[in-house]
């Protein structure tokens, strides 16, 4: 995992190294879009191809070879790293006035299409490159840019926008539809983008759009070529937040009875922020909404216009990272300009209030930024038309013309709302001065532990640590209670497994105060055990051990266990859960004993499959294990610890806003959210099974 972060950022850094010449390219391939009539484009097209496809395969060859450059990975993530470029693409479309119809569909052999009903990708021939407008848009490295002039706004950029060729060369065939002006015309690829059927017309349509359709190749995505439903299914709830009424279709044509579920937020953000509230309590109802553009003239005189959305509403939660930041669709994860805006004027627009309104006396000293984000979910959405990267992942937005706009916009008409909703105001300031006498409270207790030296220094008495001290070697098993801690103590390799019990269920984290969280001894032996520190301190360099894994038994308590453990991470150590450290180990279900020997199965499918290969008659006796603690040393070595024949789960966070909402869903107020998930398993979590 953190090698593939690595490569990530290498990659990141490498696709933001090129962005000039994809501006240059952009100009040079559509200077000038010839109008020519679409019969005689193909039969010129036809004639060109021997000669211009040479260069064309040249370009799509590079991908190939270095496919990570484009796409970051060639693992799960850029599987659908594929659909996701060709849904922007769409997306494009909708911005520009077009669209309002995205569908996306998971075909029974693991191809997808994208149909939109849009004008459709123009036909007509391109003059530099010799080939129709599709042709060259799937064919032509960073070609996907603005189609004439006048094309609507386009937004596409950063990590995203590598475009349709970088799909068609990582493919095994792509075919694209265009329904445009009264013909439906098609063109095939395949082996990487290699144009097999030229466009040509094969009927008339009397509606507009483009269909998109490809297969990735197997030889490229060598790990998995088998999409994700809820993967393709949050990313495209997130884009129909993003993107205030477009409506974006998802279809699963693989099970048995076809899976399809519609997203349309006519609220948008505004109801992005509901969402992620969803399980939390508002401090009151409203969900305050600001929005502005301003155009930027920069200094060869050309203009730019710049889009900025923000959606807010507090909860009584105690976190001060609720904020989620976009820069055309695409998650600044490390923040940015816009970020910094927003974090300026709340600042600045909380703290004259409380002053005006007499909230707050003269004598207490201002809030800090992070008082004001307690408990305050955020979407900040900006549409930049050139948007500049900057960070160790490429993902901080670095325009600085971006802050004051957020700002200015979050300043006037933060501060106009609180006006005109003195009640709303009241309520916030409260919710605010809480925070600021929670940090307070928590500094003093912070620096009474260091003058008493009651720093906890020595590991936990409850800890079997490993000989090794090289981390990297290192695993913490965090195990449901004490006997299945002692059967992994006498199970364990003691030279780089080290043992924690845990006896019954730690804090929800969720839920309590500070103060609490750090009297509770499960969680301290943790703190300690790991030694890293945690929240802002946590320093994940400083880890003890490479893999956190969490046993616990296959029943409901087990299931609530982990969860737990997962809140605590998430809220604590998040660096190690987003660093790939944190794994569930997975005990097996099953044991059937046969002819004198043991076999294991750890799902109900596995135990079928078992009884098939074993040939056994119905009726014979196999033994489910309850709990844990049911296995003696040997059978936990065997199963669920000895690396070479263990499966574990890594878990790692894909969409930081659906994580929140997935833990505070789990661990909030309310029921039934809690419920569904234990019940139906989490999609927040991308749940990558590894034999490790
Ligand atoms: C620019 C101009 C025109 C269409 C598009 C872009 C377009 C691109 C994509 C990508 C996916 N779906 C799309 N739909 C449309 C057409 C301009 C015209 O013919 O008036």
Redesign the pocket.
């Known amino acids: 995992m953190a090698e593939e972060n690595k490569n990530l950022a290498e990659d990141a850094e490498i696709s933001g190294a090129t962005k000039e010449s994809i501006e240059e390219t952009d100009k040079f391939a559509y200077s000038g879009v010839e109008k020519v009539d679409d019969s005689r484009s193909i039969e010129k097209a036809d004639a060109k191809y021997t000669g211009e496809n040479i260069q064309v395969l040249e370009g799509l060859e590079a991908v190939r070879k270095r496919p990570g450059m484009y796409i970051g990975t060639t693992a799960s993530a850029g599987l659908h790293h594929l659909v996701w470029e060709i849904v922007d ?2 997306i ?2 909708a911005l520009a006035g ?2 309002t119809n995205i569908d996306v569909i998971i075909n029974e052999d693991n191809s997808i299409t994208v149909k ?1 009903d ?5 036909v007509d021939k391109v003059a530099k490159s010799g080939l129709s407008g599709v042709e060259t ?1 799937f064919t032509i490295l960073h070609a996907g840019g ?3 002039e006048g ?2 706004y386009k937004v596409s950029g950063g990590l995203h926008g590598v475009g349709a060729s970088v799909v068609n060369a990582l493919s095994s065939w792509c075919e694209v539809i265009v329904h ?1 002006d009264g013909g439906i015309f098609k063109v095939r690829f395949e082996n990487g983008g290699k144009i097999v059927e030229p466009l040509h017309r094969i009927g008339d349509a009397d509606d507009h759009g ?1 269909t ?1 359709t490809f297969l990735p190749d197997p030889e490229m995505f060598t790990e998995t070529q088998v999409y994700n439903y809820d993967t393709i299914k949050n990313h495209l709830r997130q884009m129909a937040f993003l993107n205030a009424g477009v409506k974006l279709n998802i279809t699963d044509l693989r099970p048995e009875t076809p899976v399809k579920e519609e997203f349309v937020y006519n609220g948008g953000i505004k109801e992005y922020v509901t969402f992620i509230n969803t399980a939390k309590l508002p401090i009151e109802p409203n969900v305050i909404y600001c929005s502005g553009a301003e155009t930027v003239t920069l200094l060869d005189g050309t203009t730019e216009r710049i889009y900025a959305e923000i959606a807010m509403q507090w909860t009584d939660h105690y976190n001060s990272d609720g904020v989620y930041s976009f820069c055309n669709n695409i998650t600044t994860k490390e923040g940015g300009t816009h970020v910094e805006g927003f974090n300026l004027a709340i600042n600045r627009t909380m703290n004259d209030y409380a002053r005006k309104t007499k909230l707050i006396d003269d004598k207490t000293p201002n809030f800090s930024t992070d008082d004001c984000k307690e408990g305050l979910t955020c979407v900040i959405s900006v549409k930049h038309p050139n948007p500049q990267y900057e960070g160790q992942t490429k993902t901080k937005l670095g325009n600085s013309e971006v802050r004051k706009i957020v700002s200015s916009i979050v300043g006037s008409q933060l501060g106009q709302f609180l006006l005109e909703n003195p009640d709303a105001g009241k309520a916030i300031v409260e919710k605010i001065k809480m925070a600021y006498k929670g940090r307070v409270a928590a500094q003093k207790a912070r620096e009474a532990t260091r003058k008493t030296g009651l720093e906890i220094t020595t590991l936990p008495g409850k800890l079997a640590d490993c000989s090794s001290k090289n981390p990297a070697d290192c695993e913490l098993y965090i195990v449901e209670g004490n006997s299945a801690g002692g059967s992994a103590k006498n199970g364990r390799d003691r030279e780089t497994q080290a043992i924690l019990p845990l006896r019954g269920k730690i804090l929800n984290v969720e839920k309590a105060r500070e103060e609490r969280i750090f009297k509770n001894a499960e969680i301290g032996n943790m703190i300690t055990a790991i030694g890293a520190g945690i929240r802002e301190n946590f320093d994940v360099s400083k880890i003890r051990y490479h893999k956190v894994v969490i046993m616990t038994d296959a029943d409901v308590d087990g299931d609530h266990i982990r969860i737990l453990l997962l809140t605590f991470f998430y809220r604590f150590m998040r660096p190690l859960i987003e660093g790939g450290y944190v794994y569930i180990a997975q005990p097996p279900l099953y044991k059937i004993d046969y002819k004198g020997n043991q076999y294991y199965a750890y799902n109900d499918n596995q135990l079928e499959q078992l009884k098939k290969a074993l040939q056994l008659k119905a009726g014979y006796p196999f033994q489910r294990y309850k709990g844990l603690g049911e296995m003696d040393a040997q059978q936990l070595w065997e199963t669920t610890m000895d690396p070479k024949a263990r499966k574990m789960i890594r878990i790692t966070i894909d969409d930081a806003a659906e994580a929140e909402k997935a833990f505070s869903d789990l661990m909030g107020e309310e029921v039934m959210p809690r419920k569904q998930f234990i019940t139906e398993r989490a999609v927040f979590i991308s749940r990558d099974d590894l034999d490790i």
Not at 118 to 122: D, F, L, N, S
Request: proline share 5%.
């Open positions: 693409n769409a494009d479309e077009y669209c939109d849009g004008r459709g990708i123009p848009a603005k189609f004439g094309g609507g445009k483009t998109v």
